[in-house]
């Protein structure tokens, strides 16, 4: 049995802390060192390990004064210099966290960033900027075939796994993903729960796989509606799922 605690950090990241029933955690992403190590002590968890996604300043940023008070394995992509990682991760690989019972299997998720992961196990999804809670990442140094690609792989997760994306980006996600599919009655529903956990101040996240599947554009390049909508975008009528899904990044990009 694992939990997850979200830490805010700068304008719109969430740190998660990952913990087992006795407190032993792993920290996703740090991108702050002081939320997470204020976090640490308020819930008294123990740091065992440093998971990495992807190497942006904002996943990264924190991980130098996190170990200089808790000296813990930092492990994350194989294919990204990151010089604070001490196990490089690829494809496949399955990880034990040590001292916990924590497994998670590496994913490669190239798209965001060229050497992006995601880490999965224990019916929980750490995905960094690959997947959002009703969108994607942008495609800094990937092309649309391999996010397209990733975000397949995703899909094909159980629809019960929970997505722990790294920001709270869901309300403009939902306003653009309601504009190719105005006719959409879960992504309406999801769109007035996420309103109202906003207006509360709360995290939209983690959402479900089985929820991007029905209300997530970038999950639905095969759906009808999304196909039309992409053709009102693109210069060229998209012909496959990955060119739809190329249509939609771009237009999102601009909206
Ligand atoms: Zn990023
Ligand atoms: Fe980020």
């Not at 992403?29 to 992807?54: E, K, N, R, S």
């Not at 000296?71 to 040590?98: F, K, M, Q, W, Y």
């Not at 929980?124 to 397949?152: I, K, N």
Request: charged share 20%.
């Amino acid at each position: 049995m694992i939990n997850a605690i979200a830490v805010p950090a700068f304008r719109d990241n969430y740190i998660w802390l990952v913990h087992d029933a006795a407190n032993r955690t792993v920290i996703v992403d740090p991108g702050d060192a002081q939320p997470v190590l204020a976090a640490l002590a308020h819930h008294a968890l123990t740091p065992v390990a440093v998971l990495i996604t992807h190497h942006h300043h904002d996943h990264t940023g924190g991980i130098g004064d996190i170990l200089a008070r808790y000296p813990v394995p930092v492990l994350g992509p194989a294919r990204e210099s990151i010089p604070a990682v001490t196990r490089r991760l690829n494809d496949g690989e399955r990880i034990c966290v040590p001292s916990t019972s924590m497994e998670f299997t590496v994913l490669d998720v190239p798209g965001h960033t060229a050497g992006h992961i995601a880490f999965f196990g224990h019916n929980t999804l750490l995905c960094g900027d690959t997947l959002f809670a009703g969108g994607c990442g942008r495609l800094f140094e990937g092309t649309p075939v391999q996010m397209y690609c990733s975000l397949q792989k995703i899909a094909r997760l159980p629809e019960t796994t929970k997505v722990y994306c790294a920001h709270e980006y869901t309300e403009d996600n939902l306003r653009f993903a309601a504009a190719v599919e105005p006719n959409n009655a879960d992504l309406r529903a999801r769109i007035a729960a996420v309103n109202q956990l906003r207006r509360n101040n709360l995290p939209t996240i983690p959402s479900t796989i089985g929820e991007e599947k029905r209300t997530n554009p970038f999950l639905r390049c095969d759906e009808p509606d999304v196909r039309a909508a992409a053709i009102a975008f693109a210069d060229m009528p998209p012909e496959s799922a990955d060119q739809v899904f190329a249509a939609l990044r771009s237009r999102k990009d601009r909206f």
